[in-house]
């Protein structure tokens, strides 16, 4: 599984972006996909997940700004971040839990980080 991430960059607080990453490859079903950020010094946390059938996990600081969603034909998620804060500024990193073929597990894959920066 490769995940291809884009679509960070340097706004202004209060300004948007929009994060999308795509899972490639073959023999295996995705679970749940979603977004996780570190900040220099800190541990990484979850922002955001969804699942296949659309359940929804959100980060306590970016409900009601942030927006999660996916279409599952093209196996991308994309977050939509608005009203963005200073202390949103971080690496964020694509996730996808999926299920190898033949598998009964769930393997968890990482994309390259993008960064976001928030400026006041």
């Known amino acids: 599984v490769q995940l291809q991430a884009s679509g960070g960059g340097l706004v202004q607080a209060g300004e948007s972006l929009r994060l999308s990453c795509a899972a490639s490859g073959s023999g295996f079903s995705i679970n749940r996909m979603g977004w996780y950020r570190q900040a220099p010094g800190k541990q990484r946390e979850l922002v955001a997940a969804i699942t296949t059938g659309g359940s929804t996990d959100y980060h306590d600081s970016v409900k009601g700004r942030f927006t999660i969603s996916r279409d599952n034909a093209k196996n991308t998620v994309f977050l939509q971040m608005n009203s963005l804060k200073p202390e949103d500024t971080a690496g964020y990193y694509c996730?996808?839990?999926?299920?190898?073929?033949?598998?009964?597990?769930?393997?968890?894959?990482w994309g390259q980080g993008t960064l976001v920066t928030v400026s006041s």
């Open positions: 996730n996808a839990n999926v299920q190898p073929k033949g598998w009964s597990l769930l393997v968890d894959y």
